[in-house]
């Protein structure tokens, strides 16, 4: 039944994101704002709850084949975009690459130098 | 009776029970190729699943609208399933309140520009605004990236393309660039891994080292709700100025 409890927090924190796009006018969707307020439920309580974690694995591991109806339309959207094709490869190949990047240009700038001791532990687990 | 199997499948086009059917079987078939074929990173399972899908729709002269709407009962645990993200973001706290320092000045920065630098080159090679709609979420993991679709307009299928390439090259973009930069320190390369690639990215960084993929978590987790909570408002600022 832990499950099932932990489904019925998920639905509650989703009704809860729902109501706080409705009433507040958010630009968010219910989804996100319900993940937002859930992790700020945990801060407040300093701890996880167990019931919820027992909901949200399974349905974290079923993820990927929750977003496939939506992943099936890209064999079907080649004419609906003719013209298009070289903005949307150029935004996605040379975007990635630069952002890639950048992002780890800055880390190296921001990141301190790894724990001597933690490093060694993760060279032991990956020979 | 070729006229009954056409009525037959005229009448389970729209049926939810055939969509979720469908989608079930060929996830499971899509793993098990995925895991045949060696774990290409180049090739995402639920890519080799969609494509099933894609097939059987097309052998059974179903339309992908009809299928959509069927399916859409099965998308309707994503609401639920997103809320569940936060379960492993606050697993983070440990890595986040550490290092809170480089995230806070680095996270927003990496994961605007990750959006900005598809919206301005897409734009600049003359993309429609339903085109740039679509790309702007490219690096967000895709629950958190259909809500943002939602609000922003653009096209579901355009952007799920757009994720799966993005995660494709992120992923065999970040290696090399870390080489190349003299990076090695694996929480770097973990997280612009998940940070760029979303889920991808992050299967990837898993099989570098465990600290990779921690790192690829927290790098993806911040930069969906991040820029759930940016691309939104810069949406919706022309209309709030007039």
Redesign the interface.
Known sequence: MAELRG?LW??G??LL?EIAVALLYL??????T???L??LF??ASGQ?NSD??A???P??G????????????????AD??AG?W???G???????????????????R???A?APA?DSA?RQ??P | MSERLHLLTASLAGSPAL?IFL??A??LIGIRLFTRLGRPAWCP???V???V??IA?WALAID?AD??QG??W??L???????????????Q?RHILG?W??LL??LP??AT??SA??????WL????PV?IAS?AP??VT???A???I??LGG????????L???GV??TL??EP??RR?G?Q?????G??LG??GH?IGTVRAFD????AGAFASLGMSLT??FT??LL??V??LPRLIG
């Open positions: 489904f998920l639905m924190f989703l994101g630009p968010f969707s219910a989804g996100v319900g993940l937002v859930l992790t945990f801060i996880l919820i974690a909901a949200s694995q349905l974290i079923l993820l990927a084949m929750l977003i496939m109806p939506g992943v099936v339309g890209v064999f079907f959207i609906q975009f298009q070289l903005a949307v150029g935004a996605l190949t040379l975007g990635t690459l630069l952002s890639v990047a950048s992002t780890l240009w800055l880390m190296r921001l990141m301190p790894p933690a993760d687990r990956t | 969509a989608t079930v060929a996830y399972p639920v890519l699943a969609a494509l899908v894609a729709l992908y299928y959509r399916a859409g099965l998308m645990l994503l609401g639920p399933a997103t809320v569940a993200l936060g379960v492993p973001l606050y697993q706290k290092l320092k480089p000045l680095s920065v990496a520009l990750a630098y598809a919206v301005l080159i897409a090679l003359g993309a429609t085109v790309l490219k690096s895709a629950p958190i259909i809500g943002i939602d609000q096209s579901l299928p355009l952007m799920m393309g757009g799966l390439v993005t090259m992120a973009a970040t660039l870390a930069m990076i320190d694996h929480r770097i390369i997280f612009a940070l760029n889920a570098l080292s465990p600290r969906g709700v759930a909570l939104p408002l949406w919706s």
